[in-house]
């Protein structure tokens, strides 16, 4: 098995060999919309294709799917698509992106094709709404090791430690978080406000490091930077909160986060409504109204003493419909139903890792 990805880190490349996987690099920017980069990223996965003469092509996130479908249908090959969310592409309001955003969706109703795996119901019905007519199924998320993420319940202190966790995007609310903290501190320490994430240096949405540093200096977050033990990181917080502004897939923080028994805070976008259910194992607030993240951090700080029932309630939906093994099986039928695999498991415990570029299986 072949997996065609941008490496970055070495240590990933390591992990993924040791898998059992033959990993390939492919020069593969999600964020780049320069022609002759494009170009070249194309050029790259028909290359790679032509020489291994695989017999089914997976192909992750929105530019492999478009780049590997083109050259599928050229080569007759089976596909299968992974759109783990439909992602800022899918905003109207989004001027930059609004021709291309537009060439996307027309490419998506007529060329399109195949076995398309999405991981919430709101995307499907968008796709459907659109005119595609490939075979579309849900699989939410990429699945959670539920005994590695599986923390005790925590009784929170006076003051309530939140973690944002994500991509450094202005776009996923960590500016609205910061501000909405700092106004429920105004009358004194209520909540902590932790930050853990990736910086974004190519993304044209992405936070300065100069603005997380004038917050770390303000004391308005903890910084933790790039946290690999996030279950770590999860245990020693009483509340997770992802006010992202569009939808998502399913955010994993969002699983990993239930799964370990902490209440959660979304506003209701698409992928956070999979996961989270208001009043259940966590608040969910009205992404369009501007007091509705400040509201929803005053609604959990006045039910803490419930945070226990949340996060086993929480947990209870990690375990039936997004714990690794749930999500796992439904990979192997997917890769069933378009092939004769014999290591069908294997290949989707592969495919869960959601590595942002063409998986190509021989």
Known sequence: MYVAVPICDEALSRELQSLGLQVIHIDLNPHSINPLAELRTALQIWRIVHRLKPSILH??????????????????????????????????????????????????????????????????????????????????????????????????????????????????????????????????????????????????????????????RQGDIIWHDNVSAMDDLISRCDLICLPTRYGEGIPRILIEAAACRRPIIAPDVAGCMDILKDGVNGFMYDRHSPSGLAQAIERAIDNKHRFGDFGESGRKIVIEKFSDTVILDQWSQVYNANAHVKRAKDLASASAQRSPGAQVRD
Not at 110 to 131: I, K, W, Y
């Open 59 to 216: 192909l992750i996130t929105l530019k492999p799917v478009i780049y590997g479908g083109v050259v599928a249908r050229i080569k007759g090959l089976k596909t299968i698509n992974s759109l783990a969310g439909l992602g800022r592409f899918a905003e109207p309001e989004r001027k930059s992106y609004g021709c291309l955003a537009k060439g996307i969706r027309l490419w998506l109703k007529h060329f399109l094709s195949g076995a398309v795996v999405l991981e919430n119901t709101c995307d499907m019905h968008n796709l459907q709404q659109l005119g595609v007519t490939a075979d579309l199924r849900v699989i939410e998320g990429a699945g959670v090791d539920i005994d590695k993420y599986n923390s005790d319940q925590k009784s929170p202190g006076s003051i309530v430690k939140i973690l944002f966790a994500s991509r450094l995007i202005w776009k996923k609310g960590l500016g609205e978080l910061v501000d909405a903290c700092e106004s429920i501190n105004r009358d004194g320490a209520r909540v902590e406000l932790h930050v853990a994430g990736i910086r974004m240096a190519h993304d044209k949405d992405s936070i300065p490091r100069r603005q997380i540093d004038r917050w770390q």
